[in-house]
Structures are given as structure tokens and as C-alpha cells.
């Protein structure tokens, strides 16, 4: 099990930026692979991105591809979302997950989430 924190949600107009950050405690962090997933009200939870965990793979979902990009810096136990040209339908509370294997539906520790908003 690992502890996971996001933050660096927040509102900002169409076609702008931010910056997500997941902070993830105990020393087994690079172990795991790191996942991005997003909710929007009245919708499923989708996934958004992931990364492996010397950040040799990342994955994308279509509706992101070209917009956002993760990453992570294993010696500050920390993975990062970078989203440019944000969208209205973007808005959703965004998720930090980590999973021990290569799988979009298998995740072991996820964060409390941290609310992204996009204005039009």
C-alpha cells in the first residue's frame, strides 16, 4: 500500500493550463506504476494516463492524447499531470492511482482527488 495526495486543481479558462501534482509516501514508490483517472459528475470514472515506473511507457487516452502529459520524479516520490489546451469537458475531479501491473483496470492505492474546472 502506498498513500497518495494530489493537488494543483483549480479553475482555469478554456485553453489553459495546470499542472497536477500526486505525492505519494514510503519508500516502495517507484515500484508502482502510476496512473492519472478523472470523474465528472453523473459520469464513470475514466482513465486518463499512466506511466511505468522507470517512465520508459507512458499511455494515453484518446481524449487527452496530444494535450496532456505525465510524468513522475521517483526521488520525490511524485507523479505529475501536465494539461495544456484544457477544455470544458475536461472538468472532473482528477485521481492518482498505483498499480503493480501493466493494467488500466487494476489499481492498489488511489488519492482523495483534486478538482479541475475549465471554463468556456
Known amino acids: 500500500q502506498v498513500q497518495l495526495v494530489e493537488s494543483g486543481g483549480g479553475l482555469v479558462q478554456a485553453g489553459g493550463s495546470l499542472r497536477l501534482s500526486c505525492a505519494a509516501s514510503?519508500?516502495?514508490?517507484?515500484?508502482?506504476?502510476m496512473a492519472w483517472f478523472r470523474q465528472a459528475p453523473g459520469k464513470e470514472r475514466e482513465f486518463v494516463a499512466r506511466?511505468?515506473?522507470?517512465?520508459?511507457?507512458?499511455d494515453y487516452a484518446d481524449s487527452v492524447k496530444g494535450r496532456f502529459t505525465i510524468s513522475r520524479d521517483n526521488t520525490k516520490n511524485t507523479v505529475y499531470l501536465q494539461m495544456n489546451g484544457l477544455k470544458p469537458e475536461d472538468s472532473a475531479v482528477y485521481y492518482c492511482?498505483?498499480?503493480?501491473?501493466?493494467?488500466?483496470?487494476?489499481?492498489?492505492?488511489w488519492g482523495q482527488g483534486t478538482q479541475v474546472t475549465v471554463s468556456s
Open positions: 492511482a498505483a498499480g503493480t501491473t501493466w493494467s488500466r483496470d487494476r489499481y492498489n492505492s
Open positions: 514510503g519508500r516502495t514508490f517507484s515500484s508502482y506504476i
Open positions: 506511466i511505468t515506473q522507470r517512465s520508459i511507457t507512458t
